[in-house]
């Protein structure tokens, strides 16, 4: 390649670096502003302050962030545990095992990864409040395994299809017992597979802003996005804005940490499930 | 139009046991296949079917939740009702226009990304691939604050940087008219799911054999005829099936509206139509009504995707 091509790719890296940052830098510049710098229309704030992340974790806005970054955590995670749980199962008979309806159970997960999440919402919102699951923590985890669980079906089952499973008959013939066999040589194969889908399902269960805007109604289960779409609205503080910003900043870590961990193994288990070579 | 590629490889397919005879392995094989797989299978249907098999009953219903007792059937009366207001067709023309939007730049842009990608050198790639994974993995909500917040009148810093676009002053209110708000809600979509379409595109690059690259250049193919001839008739499958997915999610767009202008201006989608009837107006029979029409529209869209186009969902599944 010549020093010529070499410097057209790098910029286009560069011009790349810049389109997924530049708004992400922009939300966290704005919170670090101080309130009198709100509406200076500069994109830098001319003085750094942590008061909005204060507010935020020990101020006015902690009634409404932290019991919301609490039941995100908690719903997210278990919600995340279940469906990864139901798909490992499902998963393995789909790579494994030959059974009519591997087809049907695949275009099911299709089916439901693709369909509108409000439809969803409207008749839940009334069996909710019937039942009584209504803002709780129940009352969104279920709906978020038909966000979650699809997705892990997919993209683990494109992972176990990957496993040389011949490996757990040659171990045993190599002396050792079905339980060695599988904890030595089936488990570590199959744990990345699993991870990445966790992260994938995690990812999108956080992401989630419908069912928490419409099944939640107080702190006692209500998700952080849909905690972020109230501060904007609500005027208990001067200008939200920055307090908005530093919130969202601080939602936007545990994603940025994970990405930056394990992108290779998040890119593979993304295009595993979708297109497959 | 003369296309290159690779004639279509034999399947081998797996010796078995001859038809018609189950032994009782297999059998035992089929029982254990669907003890596992069954919970999940039941879930995704009980999480999904069932709501919308609620919702097609309810929107059969004049149902107001703050008004119980005047629950009565009224058949298809709440589908006249909505298939004859302004509103309905307002939303499914929004909704429409952001989806056709979207979708079409995101496919340029993100094809665009993906070929730098493929190209760049190895020791940009990690970083590349880490900043594009970041949109993705950021929440809808919080991209459309960040977007909202740069354009906001008050807030913003694009007022000041951009004085110099003819129409754009230091009190340009981008959230002030239908035109401008719908612009903002796209690049705030288009941010968000370039990076998801552009690594489904890398994907499908990847598999686009490099023999035939190599022989379309020694036979003097120009950089624009290879693309055009070799690269993308090759990689169709992939593109399709990015195509189908991300129609499908910007249809049902929703968080951007919410944040961004909750719908006013005429900028409401059909997502948002719904939830408005349902939990701001507790309408559960018009509001189920409108649920059942989205995912009709949903149906409809991929059907033609799948028949129209011939997308081939075992690429998708990652079945062979």
Redesign the interface.
């Given at each position: 390649m010549s020093t010529r091509e070499k410097t057209w790719w790098i910029i286009g890296g560069i011009l790349i670096l810049l389109y997924c940052l530049f708004p992400i830098a922009w939300i966290v510049s704005l919170s670090f502003k101080a309130p009198s710098d709100i509406a200076n229309g500069s994109f830098l704030p001319t003085a750094a302050t942590w008061q909005n992340y204060s507010d935020i974790f020990t101020g006015s806005a902690s009634d409404l962030f932290l019991p919301a970054l609490r039941n995100s955590f908690g719903i997210c995670l278990i919600a995340t545990f279940i469906s990864c749980i139901l798909a490992m199962f499902a998963a393995y008979a789909i790579a494994r095992l030959d059974f009519p309806g591997k087809t049907l159970i695949l275009s099911t997960a299709l089916g439901v990864a693709i369909f509108p999440v409000i439809s969803i919402v409207t008749p839940l919102f009334n069996l909710w409040r019937q039942i009584g699951l209504y803002d709780t923590w129940l009352g969104l985890i279920i709906p978020y395994l038909s966000l979650t669980l699809p997705i892990s079906i997919w993209t683990m089952s494109a992972f176990f299809r990957e496993i040389p499973w011949e490996m757990e008959q040659a171990a045993q013939v190599d002396g050792a017992t079905t339980w060695q066999a599988f904890r030595k040589v089936i488990v570590p194969l199959a744990a990345p597979g699993v991870f990445t889908t966790a992260i994938i399902a995690f990812f999108i269960a956080w992401n989630d802003f419908v069912y928490g805007i419409s099944l939640t109604s107080t702190d006692a289960s209500r998700p952080v996005p849909a905690a972020l779409g109230l501060f904007s609205g609500a005027s208990q503080f001067e200008d939200p804005t920055t307090v908005t910003a530093a919130a969202a900043v601080i939602v936007t870590i545990p994603v940025v940490v994970l990405v930056l961990l394990f992108q290779r193994r998040i890119v593979a288990g993304l295009t595993n499930g979708a297109v497959k070579g | 139009m003369t296309q290159t590629t690779l004639p279509p490889q034999e399947k081998t397919q797996p010796v078995?046991a001859p038809r018609g005879t189950i032994s009782d392995r297999?059998r035992a094989?089929?029982r254990?296949?669907?003890l596992?797989?069954g919970?999940?299978?039941f879930?995704?249907?009980a999480?999904?079917a069932?709501?919308?098999l609620?919702?097609v009953y309810?929107s059969l219903f004049s149902y107001r939740?703050t008004d119980p007792a005047n629950r009565e059937f009224i058949g298809l009366s709440n589908y006249g009702v909505i298939l004859t207001d302004p509103l309905w067709w307002q939303a499914l023309g929004v909704t429409v226009l952001i989806t056709v939007i979207t979708v079409a730049v995101e496919l340029v842009l993100g094809f665009a990304?993906a070929l730098?990608?493929a190209?760049?050198?190895s020791s940009?790639r990690?970083?590349?691939?880490?900043?594009?994974?970041?949109?993705?993995?950021?929440?809808?909500?919080?991209?459309a604050?960040?977007?909202?917040?740069?354009f906001?009148i008050?807030?913003?810093?694009v007022?000041?940087?951009f004085t110099w676009l003819p129409g754009v002053a230091?009190d340009t209110d981008w959230f002030g008219n239908w035109g401008t708000s719908i612009l903002i809600i796209c690049l705030a979509e288009i941010?968000k799911t370039t990076?998801?379409i552009s690594?489904?595109l890398?994907?499908?690059l990847?598999?686009v054999p490099e023999v035939l690259q190599e022989a379309a250049k020694v036979d003097g193919a120009t950089w624009w005829q290879r693309m055009t001839k070799v690269t993308i008739p090759n990689m169709k499958?992939?593109i399709m099936?990015?195509l189908l997915?991300r129609t499908?999610?910007a249809?049902?767009i929703?968080?951007s509206i919410?944040?961004m202008t909750?719908g006013a201006n005429g900028t409401e989608s059909v997502?948002f139509l719904?939830?408005r009837q349902?939990?701001a107006r507790l309408e559960?029979g018009l509001?189920?009504a409108?649920?059942?029409l989205?995912?009709l529209a949903?149906v409809l869209i991929?059907f033609t995707f799948i028949k129209g186009f011939k997308v081939d969902?075992s690429?998708?599944?990652?079945?062979?």
């Open positions: - | 078995s297999s094989e089929r254990l296949g669907w596992l797989a919970p999940a299978f879930v995704m249907l999480v999904t069932y709501p919308i609620q919702a309810d939740l990304l730098v990608m190209k760049a050198l940009i990690p970083v590349v691939r880490a900043a594009i994974l970041i949109p993705y993995a950021v929440i809808t909500v919080v991209s604050l960040a977007w909202q917040f740069a906001d008050n807030t913003g810093f007022n000041s940087w230091a941010w990076p998801f690594l489904l890398l994907a499908g990847a598999q499958a992939a099936v990015a997915f499908l999610d249809f049902r929703f968080d919410f944040i909750a997502s719904a939830y349902t939990i559960i509001g189920s409108v649920s059942v989205l995912f949903v991929a969902l690429q998708a599944r990652g079945d062979r």
